[in-house]
């Protein structure tokens, strides 16, 4: 039987994401952090048309990291311009992260990320220096809003999901090469490492890679 003292220490090692040891066996718990960062220490770099960054938090679960970048906004519309990043953990990587996202993925992204706004896929694929991104458009009270997605495997040396949200009085054009201009920063949790030198991209092979096989919405 454990004495009640020893059982109290033991309970709050655990409570605490520490490791508890018992002599007998090891308990881990498995812990979610989030941190706030400096806009300096965002692990992706927009061009100053995106907006300047507001605020940075970064999330570091079990098989997972991820940045939320928030940038500043001037609309009526609901919700904030915002560019996501997540990579795998030192620990492995989340399942999710291994495959490209799916067109009904992206259209629940979409309607979570701009509410009220019609979003429509674009056939047309962007390209940065990471490989090819897709692109969907929508407008509403004369503000234009982007949402784009990205899959990177083979400019990096882990997977990375990138997801941007931007919403302006500018034109798709504008909007779309803040996108294009898109640069990667290692940050003080990353361990990945980015291929130097641009990329060059068959648009067929990276439609079929970037979103997956089409669905019927298409």
Excluded at 86 to 94: K, N, Q, W
Excluded at 114 to 128: E, H
Excluded at 208 to 216: K, N, V
Aim: some cysteine; glycine content about 10%; aromatic content about 4%.
């Amino acid at each position: 039987m454990i004495r009640a003292p020893f059982a109290a220490a033991l309970a709050g090692l655990m409570l605490s994401g520490c490791i508890a040891s018992t002599g007998y066996s090891v308990a881990t718990l498995q812990t979610t952090t989030s941190l706030t960062r400096e806009p300096g220490q965002a692990w992706a770099v927009l061009p100053p048309t995106a907006g300047r960054v507001l605020a940075v938090s970064e999330r570091q679960e079990p098989r997972r990291l991820s940045q939320r970048i928030v940038l500043e906004s001037a609309t009526p519309l609901a919700g904030e311009n915002v560019i996501t990043v997540a990579t795998a953990s030192p620990d492995g990587s989340d399942p999710a992260l291994l495959a490209p996202p799916t067109p009904a993925g992206i259209d629940a992204e979409m309607a979570a990320a701009i509410p009220g706004v019609r979003m429509a896929r674009t056939n047309a694929l962007g390209q940065n220096a990471y490989g090819a991104f897709g692109t969907a458009l929508g407008h509403s009270a004369g503000v234009t809003c982007l949402f784009a997605w990205q899959h990177i495997t083979e400019a990096t040396s882990k997977p990375i999901d990138i997801r941007l949200r931007l919403c302006a009085r500018a034109t798709p054009e504008a909007l779309t090469a803040n996108m294009t201009g898109l640069r990667l920063a290692l940050g003080p949790a990353t361990d990945w490492t980015v291929r130097s030198g641009g990329l060059s991209v068959d648009p067929l092979a990276a439609a079929s890679g970037l979103i997956g096989a089409p669905s019927a919405q298409q």
